[in-house]
């Protein structure tokens, strides 16, 4: 943690007129844009800790041997830290829009691969850090797209708004994949929920927060 707080620095104030606006609480509540940051970080991350909070139990139900399900929870905690750094970095290169676009079009990827993944254990090692990795850039991209739109001295009013998204997830998230399992006798339904709920995140991010916003 010291040491990554050693490459922590402050962008640069950016952004259009909105973060010239005073915002108030309830302006923050009726703020489309918010609402879109909201729905979408919800999407990132309700996929994740649907498979984080299932990962040894569905690594379980394919067949995979219990320590390779035991093993995989920590390649995906090693994939959501490289996540972090490493999408900060793509971010910095591609832009803030195209990196969530395009990380949570991989999340979507990369956990309907968890399927074919059962069929080895070395592979079901290998998706978790994948799924890890895309799950790790939520906790980096929505900051500092927050940062873009409405400027970084008003990163700590917006940020809490976005992020309770994570807290909503979390509720949710782990207690859909048990409740579908439970239905079916499958976690198939639940995966394929995971990346249903990440395509309609990037649907309502592309048709809500146009490019224009940032002009």
Known sequence: M??????FSVPEKTGTGLN????????LLRDPTVGALFLTMFAGTFAGLLVIGNLK????????????????ISFLAVGN????????????????????????????LFTLLIIPA?????????????????????????AAEVTLLYGSDKLGTVYPYVFLSYGLAGVLGPSFGGWLYDVSRSYTA???LAAAICVLGVAVFWYLIPVRKRN
Do not use: Q
Request: no cysteine; net charge positive; hydrophobic share 55%.
């Open 118 to 142: 059962s069929r080895s254990d070395l592979f079901f090692l290998f998706i978790p850090f994948l799924v890890g990795f895309g799950f790790g850039a939520n906790f980096v991209l929505f």
């Open 190 to 192: 639940a995966i394929f």
């Open 20 to 27: 010239r606006i005073s915002l108030s609480n309830k302006s």
């Open 57 to 72: 139990l569905i690594g379980l139900h394919y067949g995979i041997s219990e320590i390779h399900a035991t093993i995989a």
């Open 2 to 7: 010291f040491l990554g707080a050693l490459l």
């Open 81 to 108: 830290m490289t996540g972090r750094v490493v999408w900060g970095i793509i971010s910095d290169r591609l832009g803030g829009r195209r990196s969530i676009i395009l990380a949570l079009t991989l999340l979507t």
